[in-house]
């Protein structure tokens, strides 16, 4: 079955310091993808990032990276020098690479960044 | 604005009652996804249509139905409604190709108050 877990309900920061946001997955498959989404105080969902499982190289977005480590099966999101805008609740995702395959959710990371 | 349009954005009915939920995908957009939120089950996944036909299957209760039209649009009923149906449920489109797993785009949600 697969899983995703992520241990951080809540998260404060205080502007300009940066945050990791962990996330670790359960799957039997060899391959899968693993996603980011943020949704903001407004209530949509934003995707942030897909990785496939073959890909291990870190990626990096402006303020955003990814460290994605698949012998320890986490995919941790880090924002560097925090906004207020970057409060919102986070999700980390698995899915199988089939259209079959169906993505599943972590509960989720609600981060505050305070001014 | 993510072209995945969800309407009613806000319902409120009383317990017992039915209502539908729709959603139209972004264009050329072939898999339609739906999921619920509530705060103490995060999101679920509901249920997937792709092209016309479900294609996997969630946590979704007997009472609730759905189906996606040759437009590619797509229904959610929800019946017999109880108190704890109140959520917030999204629809989300991807583009799958054969090969594997796209990112979904998520509509704003229709947020269904039971009363």
């Known amino acids: 079955a697969q899983k995703v877990t992520q241990a951080q309900t809540e998260i404060s920061v205080v502007e300009k310091e940066d945050v990791t946001l962990d996330c670790v997955y359960e799957t039997r498959d060899t391959t899968y993808y693993l996603f980011w989404y943020k949704q903001p105080p407004s209530g949509e969902l934003v995707f942030l990032i897909r990785r496939n499982s073959f890909d291990e190289q870190n990626e990096i977005s402006g303020r955003y990276s990814w460290n994605f480590q698949k012998s320890t099966s986490s995919f941790n999101f880090t924002i560097t020098a925090s906004q207020v805008v970057d409060s919102a609740v986070y999700f980390c995702a698995l899915s199988g690479t089939t259209s079959y395959d169906k993505v599943i959710f972590g509960p989720g990371t609600s981060l505050s960044v305070i001014p | 604005d993510s072209g995945v349009t969800q309407t009613p954005k806000h319902l409120i009915t009383a317990t017992g009652q039915r209502v539908t939920l729709r959603c139209s995908p972004r264009?050329?957009?072939?898999?339609v996804y739906w999921y619920q939120q509530s705060l103490d089950q995060g999101l679920q996944f509901l249920i997937q249509?792709?092209?016309?036909?479900?294609?996997a299957k969630g946590n979704i209760l007997e009472r609730f139905s759905a189906q996606q039209f040759p437009d590619l649009h797509s229904e959610l009923n929800l019946s017999s409604l109880e108190l704890g149906d109140s959520a917030l449920y999204f629809c989300?489109?991807?583009?799958?190709?054969?090969?594997?797993?796209?990112?979904?785009?998520f509509g704003e949600g229709s947020r269904l108050t039971v009363l």
């Open positions: 989300a489109s991807s583009a799958r190709a054969h090969s594997g797993t796209g990112e979904l785009f």
């Open positions: 264009s050329g957009d072939l898999s």
């Open positions: 249509y792709y092209n016309g036909e479900e294609r």
